[in-house]
């Protein structure tokens, strides 16, 4: 290392730092030391607050420089508060932080997109299970009934057998010259197959005890029969002028054709 | 992250208030929103919006992302201020757009439910097939006997049947009154318009005998839990009144004369001999807890999972268990405390920052409980985006802010004048209560004029109490007459919270009535904004009185004496501390045997 060559007189004006010799210290990522633009200072570095207000801009960029290194090299950054602050350990760590690099950035928006894709999976999830689910009651009562708390004895009647089976029992108050296809009121328990409605054999009061059909489409249906001689399918329906998809989903469970 | 908390929450209120606007010109009612006719414009308006958003987001971000690079490339300035600022910014940006997603998707799927439109037609008959949430309660109708919530899985309305994914609050009477929590039902009713509450829809069960049939039992897990609630809940029912209305309520955060049990656990009608809760008595109770601003001791919160976490990290350091297996048991007794608890929005938000405190403790570093809470809030509101709308949510988390973010600051200012513990004390109601207040404004417009003293008095006997408790409602399933002695000194332990609650919330001067809704709870932010402004200013002009009271000497004491904080403040004993002095000197001096120096 070569000596430094002083001046007779080593005042602050002659003397620069320029003149020692320069060891290579590593500098953190993205810190300059740039001298056409002067670093900001510490707060808490009053003599050189006080030289760089008295001094001309060049040394106070010397001045500013060497602080800024002096800090870098002890530790002490621009953004670090008063004393007291750093003793209290709990406010230094619940305050809130503004400043972010961009690879925290990065790691945020991938926890936030994350959470986004996790909501939207467990939303499009709600609708999948329609059709593992016990509608009737028969699927549903060899559980129920085990775990029933009360003493009353549960009646094992399909829901949708029972169903049909009320809506023929207004036929023979409505209309007591209908022959109905089997006997509603005294069997809630029969199999669902004898109280269809049999299309090509249905009067026009049978077809209206059927939610959904009213006496004008069961005069077209009866039409429609007329027309084609036979009904062969329950989808033949859909032929019929004022019976779309959805009335014949509706309508399908309590009517058949037999042949 | 406490902007991204800010601005997910705005958005999401925002955006729900949008979506009703764009559907129906109606504000926060879910069932007009229904009317939109879905046939040609309906959900594609929103959905397009939300589309754009998702297409735009990348690109913004791609675009900042290059930007940053490109500027560190350059290196001329060293601008890291600016750059920590746009990351900053992108961030926010990309809450702001997840933000608009979630709660746009979730307000989209809700609004072309099934259930909606059958009520927006005034309501009709309907099979409702769903998962129960919550344990039942009585119900506010006067006609139903008890209430429930049910997440719906499927409707079947004229033999239609159709996908439905909402919770719905479900009124029964009589023999319907089966429900468990965690349990699937099929249920037959008839859909209504709620008349109040949050809910989308309520489901008033049919009176026939076969209108609520259990589809699948509950887990194991929480039949076990619901053993355990209603063993514990039956012990209560043989303490005086106050501890029947009150341990169950500070346990497990329902008030005693709110709970129903379900059939299963009503054991023979041998020893049960004891009456229902006094309804007049405990709804005296309730309302004068509501007024003596004491309320939310009755709602489970962060003190019960603080309670479980340590008394496990206890247990296991006593018997020097690794960390890891430590972070393991306090997940296991989140877990247990969470099922055991009837659960809310706040024993969510305290559930999931518990685990994130667990999740610290298992990688060996210390939490941080802004942070934590920061990110229990951003992931709450985006995966479930109706918590935005849930007032106790909102409760639990605006409390848990002013603790964190306040409660230091308080503390040291009321150090100055009170002694240490009724300082500590204070300070963390009235940190908890500053950003309480405005949400509490919202939902019931009175201001708690004596809640700080109410809180100060039962502060004591909170702790012991609510460990009395949770220990009553571990073992009375297997030993009652352990558990009745728990729940005893926990019944003396709330007796003083009883006598606080008569005292102040009958007194005329508990409640000052204040403006309702959002002005008001702005006019109450405001006015908590001045007071601290104002001491900070008193603080200042008392210091330049002061500065000024020194003779002049020239300039260069001038610069001295005004020359910032460079040289220092000078010192002033506060009040405490001269008290303090005080009081060592004269202890010292009395009761020291040698009289001598008084040295400390």
Known sequence: ?259 | MLPCVVVVWTTLLAEHAAFGHICNGAVGDMTLMARWPRQAFGPIWPAAAIVLLLLIMPIVVAVAYWRIRRRRLHRHHCHRRDSALLCHGVVIVTAMVCACVSGGLHDLVQSTDPIIDVVAENGGAAMVIGTVSVPMTVSALRDADCQTDIRVHGVSVDRIRSPSSITIRVYATGQSCVFRQGADYRVVGTLQRPRFGGAPAWLIVDDASDAVTEVREPAWWRRAGTIMQESFIRVTRRLPDHGQVLVPGLTLGVLGQDVVMTPWSAPAQTDDTTADVDEAYAQRLEDDFKQAGIMHLMAVSGSHFVLASTVTRRLCARFLIPRWATSVGVVVAYMMLATLVYPSDSVLRAAIMGLGGAACLLAGRRTQALSGLNWTVILALLIDPSLAHSYGFALSCTAVYGLVLCGDAVTRFLRGFLPRILADTMAVTIAAQTFALPVQIMMTPQLPALSVPANMLVAPFVAFTTIAGLLALCVSWAVPALGFAFAWIACLGTLPLERCATLIGGSRFSVLPWHEGAKGAMAVAAFELAVPLTIMMVRAMVRVIARGALPWRGPEQDRVAYGGDDDGTPYRARYMERVGAWWRETRTMLFERDVGDVQH
């Open chain 1, 1 to 259: 290392m070569p000596r430094p060559v002083l001046s007779t007189e080593p005042t602050i004006e002659s003397w620069r730092i320029r003149d020692l010799p320069i060891t290579d210290v590593p500098l953190p990522a993205g810190f300059v030391i740039d001298d056409d633009e002067p670093f900001p200072l510490a707060p808490a570095d009053p003599s050189g607050m006080a030289l760089a207000r008295d001094e001309s801009d060049t040394s106070s960029s010397l001045v500013s420089s060497s602080s800024a290194m002096l800090g870098m090299l002890a530790g002490v950054t621009v953004g670090d508060g008063g004393v007291d602050d750093l003793l209290e350990q709990r406010t230094a760590r619940d305050r809130p932080r503004l400043a972010l690099e961009p690879r925290h950035a990065t790691i945020i928006i991938l926890i936030l997109v994350l959470a986004l894709s996790l909501s939207l999976t467990l939303l499009v999830q709600q609708g999948m299970r329609l059709s593992t689910m016990s509608w009737n009651a028969a699927d549903g009562t060899a559980g129920a009934s085990s775990t029933s708390p009360s003493d009353t004895p549960d009646v094992p009647s399909p829901d949708e057998s029972a169903t049909p089976s009320d809506t023929p029992s207004d036929a023979p108050q409505e209309s007591p010259d209908t022959n109905a296809t089997g006997d509603p009121s005294a069997a809630p328990s029969a199999s669902p197959t004898s109280t269809l409605i049999d299309l090509n054999t249905a009067s026009s009061e049978q077809l209206q005890t059927i939610k959904g059909i009213g006496p004008v489409t069961a005069q077209r249906i009866i039409d429609h029969r007329t027309e084609i001689g036979r009904y062969t399918s329950v989808d033949q329906l859909l032929d019929v002028p004022g019976i779309g998809a959805k009335t014949l989903e509706k309508i399908r469970p309590y009517v058949e054709v037999r042949s």
